[in-house]
């Protein structure tokens, strides 16, 4: 069974810095392209990051460039999204995603 599981989310100051995991199951993780979504309440699920399997190539959304990087552990079967310099716009429920499946979602939440 094929499955994605986030970890990682949390309340955490404006400027301050997370790091999400998503664990793959049921399949080889580094064979695929793996990437990060995000929604807020009352808005749409937007794209965050993507890491294309074999290479990794990664691309960003221009909302968070620069802030943060998505990167793979192949001996884990784990992707990470690392996040730095938060802001309360970037308080959502983060979903990891390999086509076509998805992750139960993590909360992150900036805020004083």
């Known amino acids: 069974q094929m499955q994605l599981v986030e970890s990682g989310g949390g309340l955490v100051q404006p400027g301050g810095s997370l790091r999400l995991s998503c664990a793959a199951s049921?399949?080889?993780?580094?064979?695929?392209?793996m990437g990060w979504f995000r929604q807020a309440p009352g808005k749409e699920r937007e794209f965050v990051a993507t890491i294309s399997g074999g290479y990794g190539s990664r691309n960003y959304a221009d909302s968070v460039k620069g802030r943060f990087t998505i990167s793979r552990d192949n001996t884990k079967n784990t992707v990470y999204l690392k996040m730095n310099s938060l802001k309360p716009e970037d308080t959502a429920v983060y979903y990891c995603?390999?086509?076509?499946?998805w992750g139960q979602g993590t909360q992150v939440t900036v805020s004083l």
């Open positions: 049921g399949f080889t993780s580094n064979v695929y392209s």
């Open positions: 995603y390999s086509n076509p499946y």
